[in-house]
């Protein structure tokens, strides 16, 4: 039994010392990952786990729209559809059918998939601002159906008509499950964006017309990408409305959609990382400042993001990225900043 566990443990340092020790932004990513986890360990007030609850809830939010976005072009300025359709989804399942928090967040999801369809069909001809123009329009005209159907509580809401139930009665079980689902599902996009899926989703953002000429159905890759980042933000939907127990039409408002899209572009856009990051920056951040500063606390976190815009146009974790890590030109691997020859081909990076 402990040979296997030595050899186990063998197996998974060097792992780690081969892909993820050996560039500082994966050991920063692992540090980062760590922390949260022992996180409670240190700090378990309620208060500050709610918000980091929802700074994982937002992260997924995010990273879903780099994912239809920023790693396909299709700007959307209506993200807040595939949230709210989530939220409304879970929480009338929860209190009309009386199904459990875990089965309504799948299904919540599925709804967005469903929404991503029903956006992404009349979408498949347009771009750039049309598109953006058109998308936004979405979650305002079903804001206005929401409140003409019986049962969603109107302007009020679904919290007007019951409780909906939480994940869990303590506070850091729904830290440890938000943040558990943020890294599953970050990853998850992530490796989405590093396959051949991927790769047709960059092609698709730089050139559509070429990408099409060159045999690519992009079409339906488009569509796939509205699907799952439907799917990504569905999840997020269906975790806020059963951490907050709070769904009114205000999670389908302009303000939700450009929440996710101030985060992305902050963070870094077509990363994945980037996004999740300006979640952790920003959200926390304005949460910070509510108390000691609260008339100024938006001016100040807009004044942040308008620095980082002006001096790091492709975003702040980028920007950081490149300072410590280099490119091969060889091979076109990363490596530390400060080796002289890449660690794979030995090519010189002088």
Partial sequence: MMSVMSAYIGRLYKGLRGEILVLPSRTVALLFCL????????????????????????????????????????????????????????????????????????????????????????????????????????????????????????????????SVDS???????????????????GFAMWKITDSKTGIIFHAIREDQVAARASGINTTRYKLLAFCLSGFFAGIAGGLYVHHTGDASPLTLGLLVSFQAIIWAIFGGIATIYGPIAGVFLLYPLAEYLRGPIFEYRMLLVA?????????????????????????????????????KSCRVCMADLD
């Fill in 35 to 162: 922390a949260l986890f022992l996180l409670p360990l240190v700090m378990a007030h309620p208060y500050y786990l709610g918000i980091l609850t929802l700074a994982g809830i937002y992260a997924i939010f995010a990273a879903s729209w780099d994912l239809l976005s920023g790693f396909t072009g299709q700007i959307n300025f209506g993200h807040a559809i595939f949230f709210g359709v989530a939220v409304y989804t879970a929480a009338l399942l929860n209190v009309h059918v009386g199904l459990d928090p875990w089965l309504t967040i799948p299904l919540g999801a599925l709804a967005a998939v469903v929404a991503g369809l029903v956006v992404g069909v009349p979408c498949l001809r347009l771009r750039g601002t049309y598109l953006a123009f058109v998308t936004l329009a979405f979650p305002l005209i079903l804001v206005e159906i929401i409140k003409l159907i019986p049962g969603t509580g109107g302007t009020l809401g679904v919290s007007a008509i019951g």
């Fill in 167 to 185: 994940l869990s009665s303590s506070p850091v079980i729904e830290y440890y499950i938000a943040v558990a689902l943020m890294i599953g599902l």
């Fill in 303 to 339: 004044i942040t993001v308008l620095l980082v815009m002006l001096f790091m146009p492709e975003g702040l974790i980028p920007r950081v990225r490149d300072k410590i890590e280099k490119v091969c030109p060889r091979c076109k691997l990363r490596n530390v900043a400060t080796r």
